[in-house]
């Protein structure tokens, strides 16, 4: 636990940018210069953000913030979620309990301020199992070879425009609004997170681009930015690099649209982009699939369920001729222990306590890996999270809680 001298309380505005210069330097990276502090955005994004400063006297030594966001879960409905953020610990103070006491304090207060669920980013592995947080969705960096890189399946019908840069901001928000909660785990971008994205083709001097593609109904059903870059030395045949910063559609055949028009880019030879979901739909569609190349595959959102009760009772489940009781164990927050039976109907609580006769016995890392239907039950039990005590009721879990496509966040944060 953390020695008495420490002490934990919301940051006051005020304070904001000794916090963040307290995480920066934890994550040994400089200050946010007067500049940085004067673009609309970031002040936005503390705002947008509950905070939790510790502090050893008059010094800030530690950081925790989780932002309001809206989360989509699987079958569609959308849950309040705190995205936990900026956590970061002075040097000279850490392995004393700092980040235990902020993270602590944090998600109690997200749960008071009925947050169903907290999802994140790790810096490290190892940092955030012990606060019941798992790794509920992956994502790919890829690189796309230009040969053997045509779209040959079926793409929407519609057209594509180019943006004027001082139409991006409002357009993106608003087809982004419609468009942008495509798979579970997926949140509404706020504005100042959409700022930061767009900082490119919202710049005066970036070779950088928005394009929007309507649909035959002349409803803007999609969008995508990307940027270029050049190699040094004039004649080089390889040609350009295009780096694709955000490929979002209504469906999977307006994303393809979209990555036709850019794919067929002249003088482009190599696309990267990140972000990726693990089921590309771009990867199925090329004539050649290994053009598609996935670089590196990593962790994308670990997810922690803050309300067992909101969040299992919020999502959908698969058809499927059975049901299965889970008990969950919390230690963190005990009104989270107890017993579920989920079926194709959905989740009610069962008993208040783990009962002994469940078919599946889950901590709450355990849940929090399976509940988005990306990672399997199967998964989470080779990882020690679960427990089957019925045989056949893991496979049952895995039929019900599936999501296909897989979850994908898609914004980093
Ligand atoms: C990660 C960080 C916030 C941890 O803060 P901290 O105050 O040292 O954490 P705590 O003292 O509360 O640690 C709690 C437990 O987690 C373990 N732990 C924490 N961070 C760890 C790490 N990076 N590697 C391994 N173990 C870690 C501690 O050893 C301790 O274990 P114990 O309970 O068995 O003693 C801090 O090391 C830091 O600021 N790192 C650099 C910035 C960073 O990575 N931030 C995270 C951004 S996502």
């Known amino acids: 636990m953390a020695d008495h001298s420490i002490s934990f309380r919301v940051t006051a505005p005020d304070e904001w940018r000794t916090a963040a210069d307290v995480f920066r330097a934890a994550l040994l990276s400089p200050p946010a210069s007067d500049d940085d502090w004067e673009k ?8 947008d953000s509950h905070s939790i400063s510790a502090w050893e006297g008059e010094r800030c030594i530690g950081h925790a913030a989780g932002f309001h966001f ?79 890189a045509q779209v040959v399946a079926p793409v929407a019908e519609g057209t594509i425009r180019i943006l004027d840069r001082a139409d991006v901001l409002a357009t993106v928000m608003e087809v982004h609004g419609r468009v942008g909660l495509d798979r579970p785990g997926a949140i509404l971008r706020p504005e100042w997170m959409q700022r930061r994205y767009l900082a490119d083709p919202l710049a005066t001097d970036k070779a950088a681009w928005v394009i929007v593609h309507t649909g035959i109904d002349g409803v803007d059903d999609g969008w995508a930015q990307y940027a270029t870059e050049w190699p040094s030395t004039f004649g080089d045949h390889s040609g350009g690099i295009c780096e694709v910063g955000d490929v979002w559609g209504a469906t999977p055949q307006v994303e393809l649209a979209l990555w036709k028009f850019i794919l067929d880019l002249d003088l482009i030879g190599t696309f990267r982009a990140d972000e990726r979901p693990v089921d590309d739909a771009i990867r199925f569609a090329l004539a050649d699939q290994r053009s598609y190349h996935a670089k590196i595959r990593t962790d994308e959102q670990w997810l922690r369920l803050l309300r067992v009760d909101d969040a299992l009772t919020a999502r959908r489940y698969n058809p499927a001729n059975g049901a299965v009781t889970i008990a969950v164990t919390d230690p963190l ?41 990306g990672t399997s039950w199967h998964d989470a039990l080779v990882s020690g999270q679960v427990e089957q005590r019925r045989p056949g ?17 898609g914004s980093f944060f």
């Open 40 to 47: 609309p955005g970031l002040r936005d994004s503390w705002a």
């Open 393 to 409: 009721s893991l496979a049952m879990a895995d039929v019900l809680f599936a999501s296909r496509p897989f979850p994908r966040c």
């Open 70 to 148: 809206t989360t989509m879960v699987p079958g569609g409905a959308t849950v309040p979620s705190s995205g936990v953020t900026r956590v970061g610990v002075t040097q000279t103070h850490t392995r004393r309990g700092v980040l235990t006491g902020a993270m602590h304090r944090l998600l109690s207060d997200s749960v008071g301020h009925g947050k169903v669920l907290a999802t994140l980013r790790a810096s490290e592995a190892v940092i955030y199992g012990r606060f019941g947080f798992a790794v509920a969705g992956d994502t790919c960096e890829v690189e796309i070879r230009r040969r053997g």
């Open 333 to 373: 927050f005990p009104f989270n222990t107890g017993t579920w039976r989920v079926s194709a109907d959905g989740a009610a609580r069962v008993a208040d306590h783990a009962t002994d006769d469940a078919d599946l016995v889950a901590t709450i890392n355990g849940i929090s890996a399976a509940y988005m239907g």
